[in-house]
């Protein structure tokens, strides 16, 4: 005696409970596809807004560097001429 197969479902049916157990186990299996289906596409989504964040902050963190170096050289700049300025300023009080 083989199993039985319901014919609209076509699901093993040797008995009602069968059935139902089989029925609930699909639902529930559904519904556990359905949630992890929810959650990839909400990690995917997030996964896209931490790259677009990603890349936002590569640009600034470029932007920034290249301003911290040209406010280096700038400060190079300074520091000569004010090292200039004080051995003008010795030469000066040594002439008097």
């Known amino acids: 005696m083989g199993i039985k197969h319901d014919p609209t479902t076509g699901l093993p049916s040797n008995d009602n409970s ?3 157990e089989l029925l609930q186990m699909w639902r529930e299996e ?3 596809r359905k949630t992890a289906e929810d959650t990839a596409n909400r990690l995917v ?3 896209n807004n931490y790259e677009t964040i990603s890349k936002s902050h590569k640009e600034i963190n ?5 301003r911290v170096n040209e ?4 400060n190079k700049k300074l520091s000569k001429q004010i090292e200039d300025k004080d051995k ?3 030469q000066l009080v040594d002439v008097m």
């Open 18 to 20: 069968s059935y139902e």
């Open 30 to 32: 559904k519904q556990k």
């Open 45 to 47: 989504e997030e996964n």
């Open 62 to 66: 470029g932007k920034l560097q290249t």
């Open 71 to 74: 406010l280096e050289e700038d």
């Open 88 to 90: 003008h300023i010795k």
